[in-house]
């Protein structure tokens, strides 16, 4: 697997849903990723683990509810998977965040590369795909 870093994770327009709201909780959860970086070169491994762990678990209640509330407001077909999906990311930082005794250092650079990757591929793929949707008024 690559190396995600910090420089492929930044919000740019590419990202960008067009819902305002959406967008500005994208663009925060990057911080948390720079955040979790700065802590990791620091070498305060465990402490910015763990602060990543709290700020992902309260991003994922907040943001996911807001967004499948647009969603389920639009009428969108693909809600279920797209819940899905939430719910998978709730679940890997659950056993992620179980593993943080097991060696710190690697876990910080293992988690930094999943949520960059995972938070990447999915407005990328399936936010954008619900933006055409609620665009267009038709299927995605």
């Keep these: 697997m690559e190396h995600t870093t910090m420089q492929q994770i930044r919000f740019d327009d590419s990202l960008r849903t067009g819902f305002a709201p959406i967008d500005e909780q994208h663009e925060l959860f990057l911080g948390m990723l720079s955040e979790l970086g700065a802590q990791i070169a620091a070498g305060e491994h465990r402490q910015g683990v763990l602060d990543a762990f709290q700020g992902m678990r309260l991003y994922a209640d907040g943001h996911f509810t807001d967004e499948e509330a647009l969603m389920a407001e639009a009428g969108y077909p693909e809600l279920l998977p797209h819940c899905q999906l939430h719910e998978t990311f709730r679940q890997m930082v659950g056993e992620l965040e179980g593993r943080a ?3 710190p250092g690697l876990l910080s650079l293992e988690t930094l590369e999943f949520l960059g990757a995972w938070f990447i591929g999915h407005i990328q793929n399936e ?3 619900f933006a055409a ?8």
């Design 101 to 103: 005794g097991e060696g």
């Design 127 to 129: 936010d954008q795909r």
């Design 133 to 140: 949707f609620a665009r267009a008024g038709r299927p995605a």
